[in-house]
Structure formats: C-alpha cells, structure tokens
C-alpha cells in the first residue's frame, strides 16, 4: 500500500503504553493495522513496557526488570502498530492534533523534536501518578514508586544500605537500616511483605553483622483507621495479622507532617527515623491534563468520561485506566470506577469493538465494570482476597496457594493479550529454569 493510501486510514493514536494502552494498540493493529483498515500509532515517553502491579518486586529485588519488559518498538513490528516515543504535552482538538515533547536521553541529547501527531479517533491512557498531597520533602526525600526505575533506585539503595551497615566500623546509628512505608494500599502492604523476605535473603548472602530481626525494622504507615482501605475489611484484617507476625510495626490513623532527610514527622510531632523513605499514598492522573484543551477533568486531574468512555466534552477523544474518571453503572449514582489493573484491561478490551463500530459508523455500546474481586500478595507467606460477580456466582473468600495462583493468573491474562500462547508459555518456562540458576534476590 503506498503512502496516499496509507494517509487515507482512519488515524487511531493511543497515547500511553501502560496495561490499557499496550493492550490496546496490540489488539487494534492485528485486528486493524495488519489488514490495512485504519493506522495505529502509540505514543509513549519510555522505551519498554512493564505491568505496574509488579514494581514492589522490582524495588524488593525478588524480580528481574529485564526478564518481564516488554520493548514497544518489537511489539510494534510484530503486531501492526507504529510506536512514536515522547511525551504528550498538549492537545488541538479543533485541528484534531496531539503535540508531543521532544525526547532527550539520558545523555542529554535531543533525539526526537517537538512535533505533533495527526489523529481522527485519541484515547488516552497515560495512567496516574502517586499523590504527594502537598507534603513537604516528598519529592526530595522519599522515593515513590511510579516507575521501573524508580522501584530499582529504591532496591540499589537498599542493598547499598546493608553494605555500609556490614563494613561500618561502628553501631548501626539510631534509624538506620529502618524504612517507612507511607500509604497502607495494595502497593505498601505487598512491598512490606516483600521487603520482609528480601531483605532476608540479601543478608543471608555474607551480610553477617546484620541480625534481620534486630537491626531491620519495617514501619507501615497509613491515614485511614486501617491497611487497604479501598477493599474489604475482611481481608485488611487479614493483611493485618500477617504483617504483624512479621514483625512489621502497622500504623494506621497516623497523618504524615512532613518527610524529613532522615525519617518522617507525623502530624502529633512524633518523628519516626528511617534511612528510606517510600512514598505510595493515593494516586492522581498526570498534572499536563487538568482542564487540557478545555476536556472536563476532576480534582486529581483524571479526565471525566460517559459510560462509552468518550471523554464528556469531545466524543471522538476517549480516556481509559488509570486516568479516567468512569461512571461504574452497576453502583449508587455518582460512583466511579475504581483504579485498578482489571478495570483497564476490560476497558481495553472494549475500546477495540468500539474502535471497530466508529469504522463500521454502528453506535458506540456502554462499557459496563465487572468486579472480579480484590487480590493482595503477601509474598511467600500468603495471598488473600475475595472473588466476586459472575466468576464464582457470589463473593467467595480465598487465601492461601489458590489465592496466590489466582494473583499470578492476573499477569498471566495481560501477558497473553499482548503475547498469545506459545510466547507466555516460552517465555515462563524459560523463567523457571533461570530462577534456579541465579541469587532468588537481586544483588545490584
């Protein structure tokens, strides 16, 4: 086909290469791309994809970032999407155009100019970030876990942590060797967890001047009368007793004041010590949206969107995951759907049999939630949770091996949406014969 044809396709650009969004463009270009009937374009800022869910093990060192990435230019070629890099900075909806920042790399150099992206259907799903609330020291003292490689600073200043208090000539100093875990979700808890074991087996590596039980102190911290306040009380209480078995010390109804270079000011004026400091209390779509263009957005700039998910002030621009504010029909009026992997998933899958009635000129069908239930790992130790709707016939209580293989399941589905079969069961096995050759914690 050559480039006149090519210009007259239908031009779908997905901005954002999160679960949603990769999700999407892979299904939208072998549906669509591969068989000339519209052009799909990604924009995204980064250069490999990897599913959010799983960042507290990157920053525990319990996985390798390199062994679960996903390179958007691979996954471009092999399924029938173009992949732009950059970051979208702004949005024409009148000449129907997405700008996008240029792309610097690490070296400083400009290897992509600002440019802007001609499109007749956009979606949106650039995801969200955490909220700092206006905290002080956040930004300069804690790390928050946003991105891959913001979950592996954390890990390198982890392990950097248990070497200096191995090779110091003197007393572990009042603190050190302590992390603060703010915001009790699902992020904060799985991480406590995680960091429990990990830590665990780092020292068992020659790290013998650390006593793991002594000298390492986990504290979790959260705002609200208890852990997990978005999911049912049933398993916070859960969560709860095992993390208190592990010797992690639980916080609840304690607001952070401040975050300083060496702990954290409640807001009573109790000051926690701590060497590391992670931030992961509530989330908020990226700042670049609030009112873009004249779109509706809420108070944490997640743009509003109708039940087809067509944002509520243009319909030919739509929104998905994390930073959209969705109407959940099956709920009391006026409530939205939650921000979890599940709900961008099946918004994803969605968005393609829409995408494929605004190419037919069928109408648009409304996007209905199913509520499958709430999982949270506890690494090795348990998994607990609740599954719900039409899966189980009712909402049914889990715990335990059956529980952790429903976890795991989780990544398996958005592995195959973006993989197919003989991929996922390549790549898996491969990845339980490396597990057996390699340190189980990452040591750099």
Not at 399 to 423: C, N, T
Not at 433 to 438: A, C, K, L, N, P
Request: hydrophobic content about 45%; glycine content about 10%.
């Amino acid at each position: 086909m050559n480039e006149n044809a090519q210009a007259r396709l239908h031009e779908v650009v997905v901005v954002g290469g999160g679960a949603g969004g990769l999700e999407l463009v892979t299904r939208l270009g072998d549906r669509l791309g591969r068989r000339g009937r519209a052009r799909i374009t990604l924009i995204e800022k980064t250069r490999a994809h990897f599913w959010k869910p799983h960042l507290h093990e990157i920053a525990a060192g319990s996985m390798d970032l390199a062994s679960y990435e996903t390179n958007y230019l691979a996954q471009s070629h092999w399924h029938g999407f173009r992949y732009r890099i950059g970051e979208m900075v702004g949005l024409d909806r009148a000449q129907r155009l997405v700008h996008v920042a240029p792309f610097i790399d690490e070296d400083g150099d400009e290897i992509t100019g600002a440019r802007s992206i001609a499109y007749d259907t956009l979606v949106i799903a650039v995801g969200s970030l955490t909220h700092e609330f206006g905290i002080p020291g956040v930004a300069q003292y804690a790390i928050r876990l946003d991105t891959p490689s913001e979950a592996a600073r954390f890990h390198r200043r982890l392990v950097n942590a248990c070497i200096r208090a191995q090779t110091q000539a003197g007393a572990l100093r009042p603190g050190q060797l302590q992390v603060v875990l703010i915001g009790a979700g699902a992020t904060g808890v799985e991480l406590a967890a995680e960091l429990h074991r990990s830590t665990r087996t780092l020292i068992s590596y020659g790290l013998d001047r650390i006593d793991p039980d002594k000298d390492i102190r986990l504290v979790l911290v959260e705002a609200s009368p208890r852990i997990l306040p978005a999911l049912p009380e049933r398993l916070a209480k859960a969560a709860t007793t095992l993390l208190e078995k592990l010797g992690v010390q639980v916080r609840t109804s304690s607001r952070v004041q401040a975050v300083l270079p060496d702990g954290v000011r409640l807001a009573d004026g109790e000051v926690i010590a701590a060497e590391l400091v992670v931030w992961a209390a509530g989330v908020k779509a990226p700042e670049f949206l609030k009112g873009i263009d004249g779109l509706e957005t809420n108070a944490i700039h997640q743009l509003l969107v109708t039940p087809r998910l067509q944002t509520t002030r243009d319909e030919r621009v739509f929104a998905i995951g994390d930073c959209a504010a969705c109407p959940w029909l099956a709920a009391p009026p006026g409530t939205m759907v939650p921000p979890r992997a599940q709900a961008a998933h099946q918004q994803a899958s969605h968005m393609v049999g829409q995408v494929e009635r605004l190419l037919r000129g069928r109408p648009l069908r409304p996007w209905r939630y199913r509520d499958f239930g709430s999982l949270v790992s506890l690494g090795e130790y348990s998994t607990v949770g609740n599954l719900m709707g039409k899966l189980v016939g009712g909402n049914i209580w889990i715990e335990g091996y059956f529980a952790r293989i429903m976890y795991v399941s989780l990544y398996k589905l958005h592995e195959l949406a973006l993989h197919g079969w003989w991929k996922v069961g390549l790549d898996t096995l491969a990845r339980m014969i490396t597990r057996r050759t390699e340190p189980h914690v990452k040591l750099h």
